[in-house]
């Protein structure tokens, strides 16, 4: 089993920046993609962004540009380096990981979903001020 324990939420301003992190622990072979995702209310779920182990990365189009996902292998680490921060991305924040390879893995850029995850996290809110 894998857990994920995030860290580094919190209250950050509009315009502001804040740094989120996750490390994963316990009994696993291997992690192939890290991500995160968000949740906030009355909105639909949706994926942030992703880190394969080799480095590839994708993000939705609602933070590209500002966040930045990274990984410290050498850790179990991601990290999710939220920048310009808007009201609008105020949210419970998930780490996810997948022990499989996911899309991105194989180089595969078309296709994103949820069901490539296999292990979630608690979450971690994020509330940004206007």
């Known amino acids: 089993q894998v857990r994920l324990l995030e860290s580094g939420g919190g209250l950050g301003q509009a315009g502001g920046s804040l740094r989120l992190s996750c490390t994963a622990s316990g009994t696993f072979e291997k992690i192939y993609a890290m991500a995160w995702c968000r949740q906030a209310p009355g909105r639909k779920r949706e994926l942030v962004a992703t880190v394969t182990s080799g480095g590839a990365t994708k993000y939705a189009a609602s933070v590209k540009g500002r966040f930045t996902i990274s990984r410290d292998n050498t850790k179990n680490t991601t990290y999710l380096d939220m920048n310009q921060l808007t009201p609008e991305d105020s949210a419970v924040y998930y780490c996810?990981?997948?022990?499989?390879?996911?899309?991105?893995?194989?180089?595969?850029?078309?296709?994103?979903?949820?069901?490539?995850?296999?292990?979630w996290g608690q979450g971690t809110q994020v509330t940004v001020s206007s």
């Open positions: 996810l990981t997948s022990k499989r390879p996911t899309a991105l893995d194989y180089g595969l850029t078309y296709t994103w979903e949820f069901d490539e995850y296999d292990t």
